[in-house]
């Protein structure tokens, strides 16, 4: 027995939030005929192959005609042969689309068990070939980054290439988050070398001086020029944050010698702080742009590659968030809502301009390998705490990013504390977690994306097991009367949806803030998505809690639902008798209904 029970507010009518109609009605399928594509095996094609000029898509494709009562026909068997061979193809417009991890992740695990924390990758390497991408899409990878501090123009955009290559013939979502160099201080390649240890007692020179060939012994390229100038004699010199440490000792002209007083490993273009009486010396880098000219220069390309998320290194202002957003907007002509900015939060003054940097911009980034090079590392913690806490306030997607499993880049197994570390982001309900060097240039990236997978499911499940509901206030982030209403609308979906232990929540979202509204409230169950925009389908893999798919949809509410039961039941996602809310931002309603 399916039942529906609309509650419709009657919002673009009359202001304010108006129950004007409580009604129980039957969704009808019989409403919906149409002829539909879907994936099958290959064995399942050779009966019965489509017509289509695309070898690829022919060759994994096939009619299906649905009848009135949903059942499939002419295309054979669904339930059994949808497996992670096929390919989903999606030009038709009454088609959905849906990677085939999420796919199996449904089927075996059911709804509830889905992983709401995402994960982002760096990319380097050893995970720029295109198998390796598949593996770690395979795995669970939301976002690829690339890092512009490292790596040529070219190989950034060989990545891209490859990773939209796998989303259009894999239908996957992975969406491809540019991070900017910055322009804070750092050391220069260490003349090809991988690293350079430096050990106790020994004497380095640090040098602004351009080495035309082959570094001297010992020597240290350093990209700001006024550094010779900058630092004293008895300032302690940090690499990464303390990774390896000096003392300077003498200035000779642009030669700057320190004496290696914790020993280390040096890796190419590391950040260089240097600390005076206990204090991080700061004025020069205040006085550096956030975005540098080469930064600008990449931040172009980025936007002609069409990459989905900017994460901009080092901000220490909302100014240089809303301009960098109106360039955009004027470069792209209108399109500005297609790329993301995240503000890394990895500066002292950062920290100082929290709130208005997160408002500004479209997430954040908790960068803790540079903070806890700016701050004294036990408030890394807190910051990383309160950083996630605000981004849920404001509706802004958060990631914890840095040495999350820095030992896996050398061992196949984590440290206890890095996985304690992992579950602490995941029970502070953080969107994303990212791997950096482990995924960039360490032995284990698949391992390591697995620990994230795993211990972040773990965590998920204790959470729903304790019904630990945290008292989190949320508070209104919207303006307008529209807006409140909408925030309303998913705060009782969202606890709806945990009373009736629902199995789903629907969200129909254009542009993606209805459900980016519904992932703050963190429900219980995971969040289907639907969205017409591919763009908009990337950028919701950031959040948590969300699962989207694409497909176009009519302004009627109901014929929606049920082409979207009738596409997922036809994949086996959903069954009949499974409990779900329905929400749009077309229509402002909440439906609680049981699949037909
Ligand atoms: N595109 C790339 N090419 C070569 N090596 C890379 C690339 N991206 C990342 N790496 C390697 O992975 C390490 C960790 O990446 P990441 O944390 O993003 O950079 P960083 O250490 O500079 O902050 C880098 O230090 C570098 O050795
Ligand atoms: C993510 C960070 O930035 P990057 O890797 O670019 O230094 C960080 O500093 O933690
Ligand atoms: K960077
Ligand atoms: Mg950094």
Redesign the pocket.
């Known amino acids: 027995m399916t039942q529906s029970l609309q509650i419709f507010t009657s919002a673009t009518r009359s202001p304010g939030i108006s129950l004007s109609k409580h009604s129980l009605s039957k969704p009808s399928p019989s409403t919906a005929a149409f002829r539909f594509p879907l994936s099958f095996t290959k064995s399942s094609i050779r009966a019965s192959s489509s017509p289509d000029s695309n070898p690829l898509s022919s060759a994994f494709t096939s009619q299906v005609l649905v009848s009135e009562n949903g059942s499939t026909g002419g295309g054979g068997a669904l339930s059994s042969s949808v497996t992670r061979e096929f390919v989903p193809v999606m030009s038709d417009s009454t088609a959905i689309e849906v990677d085939t991890v999420t796919e199996a992740e449904l089927k075996e695990n059911g709804f509830r068990s889905t992983r709401r924390t995402k994960l982002v990758c ?1 990319i ?2 050893v995970t720029c070939g295109f198998e390796q991408l598949e593996a770690l899409a395979v795995g669970g990878m939301n976002v690829a980054r ?2 512009m ?3 040529t123009r070219d ?1 950034h955009r060989m990545v891209i290439e490859r990773v939209r290559r796998l989303n259009e013939e894999k239908g996957y979502a992975v969406a491809i988050m540019m991070d900017t160099e910055g322009s804070e201080i750092h050391m220069g390649d260490l003349g090809g070398a991988s690293s350079a240890k430096a050990e106790d007692g020994e004497i380095w020179t640090f040098s602004v001086r351009a080495f035309d060939s082959t570094l001297p012994e010992r020597t240290i390229n350093v990209n700001y020029e006024g550094f010779a100038e900058d630092v004293r004699v008895g300032d302690d010199l940090l690499v990464d944050g303390g990774m390896v440490r000096f003392e300077v000792i003498e200035k000779i002209g642009p030669d700057v010698k320190c004496l290696c007083t914790d020993p280390g490993l040096l ?3 590391a950040n260089l702080t240097f600390w005076r009486d206990g204090h991080l010396v700061r004025e020069r880098n205040a006085m550096l742009p956030t975005i540098s000219s080469k930064d600008w220069l990449d931040i172009d390309f980025g936007i002609a590659e069409g990459v989905d998320f900017l994460a901009i290194s080092f901000v220490k202002s909302a100014e240089v968030i809303k301009h960098l957003k109106s360039y955009i907007a004027a470069r792209s002509r209108g399109r500005c809502s297609d790329i993301s900015i995240l503000a890394k939060i990895e500066s002292l003054d950062s920290l100082n301009n929290l709130e208005e940097i997160i408002l500004a911009s479209d997430g954040a980034m908790v960068a803790r ?1 540079d903070l806890g090079a700016q701050i004294p590392l036990e408030q890394v913690p807190l910051v990383q705490q309160k950083v996630v806490q605000l981004c849920r306030q404001l509706n802004k997607p958060v990631i914890v990013a ?1 040495q999350l499993l820095e030992s896996m880049i050398e061992y196949p197994t984590p440290t206890r504390a890095e996985v304690a570390d992992i579950s602490e982001a995941v029970r502070q309900r953080s969107d994303a977690l990212m791997l ?2 482990e995924s ?2 360490g032995q284990y990236p698949d391992k390591a994306l697995a620990v994230l997978r795993n211990v972040s499911l773990r965590i998920e499940k204790w959470w729903r097991e304790e019904k630990r509901h945290e008292p989190m206030e949320l508070p209104e982030v919207g303006s307008s009367s529209s807006d409140s209403i909408l925030e309303e609308i998913c705060n009782s979906a969202a606890k709806m949806a945990n009373n009736l232990e629902v199995d789903a929540i629907f969200v129909y979202t254009k542009t993606g803030h209805m459900a980016s509204l519904l992932s703050r409230c963190r429900p219980d169950c995971p969040i289907f998505a639907f969205t017409e925009t591919t763009s908009v389908r990337r950028r919701l893999n950031l959040q948590w809690g969300l699962i989207p798919f694409r497909m176009s949809f009519s302004d009627d509410m109901e014929n929606n639902l049920n082409k979207i039961f009738l596409l997922l039941k036809a994949r086996n996602l959903i069954k009949s008798g499974d409990l779900v809310i329905a929400v749009s931002d077309m229509l402002q309603s909440i439906q609680v209904m049981n699949v037909p």
Request: positive net charge; aromatic residues 6%.
């Open positions: 760096t380097g390497p690339i890092n501090c490292h790596g190989w890796l190419p273009r390998g840095s950096s060097g960039a240039m």
